[in-house]
């Protein structure tokens, strides 16, 4: 067979040496399909017999897979003579072959079938689950196999961004793609990105550049955080030495490990809320919560814990555990008094009609307003309700938020009363 030449964008040259977890992350349109499929093509060349399966997390039909896009490069590159395309696979030189599969098809003991593959792509993985993943890097285990993953970000919880972001196991090596790090970016797609630009601002830095999802569409906060982003209420906020500070707690369910603790770290200043600091912690215990809060500078003597009381009986008993705990660190302890039915609705209208007053310190507060952006209604499309919050990884952080505004109350002494309780002690010549 001639030599294969396959022109490479500069962006993804890292990823053609060996390495057991390749990935490719950014933006719309940045050449990421392009660039697997065309290493496909030429690892099938390279290395006879080998044997890839291109995942996704749901594959309905062979349309929604990596198919068409293979054949199209074994076609433009000229090997086609080495492959032969059926229905539903590819077979590869060297008697190899290329299948494709969702991985919602599989089971604890079907994808036993892939253990003998040497290369794993999962195309669009921002849609990967927890599961999947679980399920998917011991089966890809033959000596030199690897696993590709190409995604468009959505949330740093989202597995594969914490697989390969957040932490990153031996032997990775991941980059991030965007369109202009594309050679072939065609002109069709970057009227797109100016329409984007121009319409839904935004969304243009998660559409086109990687970025996380801020504001999902839909989202309860989504309008205030937008308004409070433009009126520049999120930027850098200063704690005031002389104020107490605030810590707003969310317990999370209860009894199982996965729970999320989250901390809301605020000022009240006149009539205005300050947000100093987010903290977020999953399985751990109290000590934890305490040690951040006494790093931050939140001791007993100039901060104060605020916990919620949602008069469910089990949390309650959890709750009030909490409570003692804190006390006995030497907190002041209050619990915000059982809001009863409708409390997730009156704490989302609390919030919206606070919002206007709320100023938030934003590079501590990245994870706070993530949730902030995130937390949702859950929609039943069939019948076109809304059934209340989504509960996910937002809701925990977005209640501790919730708390906050329910429990602040604005400054009621004015003047003039401030006035007359000074005089009225004098007058009845009571010292003081
Ligand atoms: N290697 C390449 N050869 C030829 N054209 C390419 C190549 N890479 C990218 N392109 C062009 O750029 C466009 C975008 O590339 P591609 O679909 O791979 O991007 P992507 O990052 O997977 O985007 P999305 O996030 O939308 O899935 C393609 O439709 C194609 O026109
Ligand atoms: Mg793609």
Redesign the pocket.
Known sequence: MASLD????RVFVPLLEPARYKG?W?????????????LLVEEAIRRQGLRAVCIREVQKSLKESAKK?IEDKIQ?HGVGAGFEILNDQIKTPGGGVVIFQGMQDHTAESIKSLEGFDVAWV??AQTLSATSLKLLRPTIRKEGSELWF?W?PRRHVDPVDELLRSKQPTNAVVVR?N?SD?????AV?EQERQDCLNTEPDQYDHIWEGGYIRVATGAYFAKHIAEARLQKRIGRVPRDPYLPVKLFCDIGGTGAKSDAFSIWAAQFVGHEIRVLNYYEAVGQELGHHLAWMRQQGYGPENAEIVLPHDGRQHDKVYKVSYQSAFKQAGYKVTVVPNQGAGAAAARIEEVRKRFPSIWINEDTCGPGLDALGWYHEKRDESRGIGLGPEHDWSSHGADAFGLMCVAYKPPTTTAKQLKYKIRRPRDRSIGY
């Open positions: 396959i022109p490479t964008a490719a950014g933006g719309r349109g940045s050449g990421k399909s392009h660039f697997f499929a065309e896009l433009q195309e669009e190409s468009n793609a369109w594309n050679p072939w970016f065609p797609l």
